[in-house]
């Protein structure tokens, strides 16, 4: 067998309406996300679906953040350990053995991989980038894994041997290409690509961490430096933060680390650190949605997560009298835009720990009111665009046929954080992960703390 089978209805987890007290329906919207990491995937090498949409290829990124959700899963009975084990050797087995190589067709080349991969072989597909970003949220996922299973058995110290491999292979030093920021990434077709991360707040921050926290290739904290002199300290609905539009890029790097109570340089500045960021960007966000200054449809204090996303477009339609330009896959943001009408409700989810008192009646009013769960497999619809006008008499306008991995995986991290903290104190035991951070310039007592630990 290729690829697990799509779960069938009989094997969802259950779920009714009303969704219950705010613990059951956390609980219920956690297993049924969980579900994606145990059916699209392929069994024989471990790696995970982009999406659902058939012949989807796999993502790297994914298949960290799966690798984190297994240990999710085992927290809470969903899986055993044992299996969890097997699970994420099958991943760490593969990467280990997969090519390393400038051909076209590889996996990867000085420790990382392309952005998507075959499925079924493993090798470079859609002539994607060897990704910076994505190879980190893998490598996230499996210093995670290395840190968790801390166990004798002997799947267990396998583990942790590969995850060192894989840490240390990476040459972070070669995907500086000459300067002080890293690029994006490379392509054996033509070299690096022009764009670096040095230019504005983005989801970076875990890949200039696990960089500087390499043993073996680290970078010098000058490239970090100079991206943080690009970020701007923003005001909106009198709120002053870090600025950045779109919801994921105050949640990816947070669904490893714990920034509470700990600061860099552009935090000291702001008097804020990442965390209370995070939180001022989440009611950015819903304001932004309350104001409604373009006017669309549905959006209000129970309506709102403006993020990467996908969406109707490309179209033009004129909609009550207005011209309206709607997009596909695009990274929305709040409040400066771009904003075609796309509310993602899985961002809403992925900001729990941030503010819980807004998320949780947020998400209970897009299960309850909206029934935007339940209609497939696994949990939330990824995105839905109640001013896009569609054939079909639909009250939610256009909603997105598929799931999206990337979207499904904070759901499940980041409702465990706001939890348990499970991967935070995980995370916080990792010494790459405290050496990357302390080599950045990262000061305060949760990071004091855990170097006595």
Not at 191 to 218: Q, T
Request: net charge neutral; with cysteine.
């Amino acid at each position: 067998m290729k690829r697990a089978s799509v779960v069938s209805k009989a094997e969802m987890p259950p779920t009714s309406h009303p969704a219950g007290s705010d613990a059951e329906m956390l609980d219920g919207l956690q297993r049924a996300t969980i579900h994606y990491f145990l059916k699209e995937f392929n069994p024989e090498n471990g790696l995970i679906a982009d999406t659902n949409r058939p012949g989807a290829p796999a993502s790297i990124a994914v298949t960290g953040l799966g690798i984190s959700v297994y240990i999710v899963a085992v927290e809470r009975g969903v899986i055993s350990r044992s299996d969890a084990v097997n699970k994420v050797l099958k991943i760490l087995q593969f990467f280990d053995s997969s090519r390393q190589s400038p051909d076209p067709d590889a996996t990867g080349y000085n420790g990382f991989y392309y952005h998507f991969l075959d499925i079924q072989t493993g090798r470079r597909a859609d002539q994607s980038e060897l990704s910076t970003i994505d190879t980190a949220m893998l490598i996230a996922g499996i210093l995670h894994a290395s840190t968790y299973f801390a166990g004798d058995q002997s799947g267990e110290r396998k583990i942790r041997k590969l995850a060192a491999q894989l840490y240390r292979r990476v040459n972070w030093q070669w995907a500086l290409n000459g300067a002080a920021t890293l690029s994006h990434g490379w392509k054996p077709e033509s070299g690096f690509l022009p764009s670096r991360w040095d230019c504005g707040y983005s989801e970076a921050l875990i890949l200039y961490i696990l960089a500087a926290g390499s043993p073996s290739f680290p970078i010098e904290p000058e490239g970090y430096r100079e991206w943080l002199s690009s970020f701007e300290i923003k005001t909106a609905y009198g709120l002053k933060y870090i600025y950045a539009g779109p919801l994921f890029i105050h949640q990816l790097s947070h669904m490893w680390i714990d920034f509470r109570g700990i600061r860099d340089a552009i935090n000291r500045k702001s008097g804020i650190d990442y965390f209370e960021n995070s939180r001022r960007a989440t009611y950015v966000q819903r304001q932004y949605a309350i104001d409604n200054p373009r006017k669309f449809a549905q959006y209000g204090e129970y309506a709102w997560g403006l993020t990467a996303s996908d969406g109707p477009g490309p179209a033009h339609r004129k909609v009550d009298g207005r011209d309206r330009t709607f997009y596909g896959y695009l990274a929305r943001g709040a409040p400066l835009g771009p904003d075609d009408g796309t509310i993602s409700p899985w961002a809403v989810a992925a900001s729990i720990p941030f503010a819980p008192e807004i998320v949780i009646d947020t998400l209970r009013h897009v299960i309850e009111r909206f029934e935007l769960q339940g209609r497939t497999p696994y949990g939330l619809d990824a995105s839905f665009n109640p001013t896009f006008p569609e054939k079909k008499a639909n009250r939610h306008g256009w909603v997105s046929p598929w799931i999206f991995g990337l979207n499904q995986a904070p759901i499940v991290l980041m409702i465990e954080n706001f939890q348990s903290a499970l991967i935070w104190q995980a995370m916080r035991r990792c010494p790459h992960i405290r050496n990357g951070l302390r080599r950045l310039g990262f000061r305060g007592p949760q990071l004091e703390a855990a170097e006595q630990d």
